[in-house]
């Protein structure tokens, strides 16, 4: 079946420096890719997304680029910032129906120092 | 603004108790989806509905059940705890249009603990 995996954590950064979560998938066909963030204490929010091959998703500095050729969809960011702590899914949305539910990987934690 | 609403942050339960975890969303969503989210395990989906009255088993659906009398709410029962369902319980809705790119919005989550 389609799966997500994403590099264990956590990763430990210092301010300013450069972020590269990795995410790669199984699935058949172009699925539609996702990353979400969770703060501290919150539920998920969508961090950005990208629905067919070389389609890069960006918001809040962070972007990722969707690879057919290697299954990825790594997210990058130039310069972290103490605020970009936080818990980070990649997920995927297999072909189908609209209503089929996302598929999550486990989870990269963040922790950003100043 | 978008919201999806879980009825309590915090929830303290005793083992063998019947336990109803509430969502609510104000954009008229057809989907509806019940999570929970364990370290190292991520995100595993319990139960989703795609319409009122429906219901469609996720990966982990034993010793849960669910019930969607509206389309707005969608609540998850555990018929009699146990400690292995302490958990973050998270809920979220998306629309059913063919849009690839349709997102999942979340609620703030249910942190449940069960004694």
């Known amino acids: 079946g389609d799966s997500v995996t994403q590099m264990e954590g956590p990763v430990t950064l210092s301010e300013e420096a450069f972020l590269t979560i990795n995410c790669t998938y199984t699935a058949t066909g172009y699925p539609s890719l996702f990353w979400y963030v969770q703060y501290p204490g919150e539920g998920l929010q969508l961090l950005l997304k990208a629905t067919k091959a070389d389609d890069k998703g960006s918001n809040k500095g962070f972007e990722a680029t969707y690879r057919k050729e290697t299954t990825s969809f790594h997210l990058e960011k130039g310069s972290v910032q103490v605020s970009d702590s936080a818990v980070y899914f990649c997920a995927l949305r297999p072909l189908g129906e609209a209503g089929t539910a996302l598929i999550f990987g486990k989870g990269t934690t963040l922790s950003v120092s100043s | 603004d978008v919201k999806v609403t879980q009825s309590s942050r915090y929830l303290v339960k005793r083992t063998g108790e019947k336990v109803f975890l509430e969502c609510v969303q104000d954009m008229d969503h057809e989907n509806m989806f019940w999570y929970r989210q364990d370290p190292g395990l991520g995100l595993r989906l319990i139960y989703f509905?795609?319409?009122?009255?429906?219901?469609e088993k996720g990966d982990i659906p034993e010793g849960y059940s669910v019930s969607r009398e509206k389309k707005e709410r969608f609540s998850l029962i555990l018929e009699s705890a146990s400690t292995n369902q302490t958990s973050m319980y998270l809920c979220?809705?998306?629309?059913?249009?063919?849009?690839?790119?349709?997102?999942?919005?979340f609620g703030p989550g249910t942190r449940l603990t069960v004694l």
């Open positions: 979220a809705s998306s629309p059913m249009t063919s849009g690839r790119a349709n997102e999942q919005f």
């Open positions: 509905s795609y319409d009122v009255k429906m219901k």
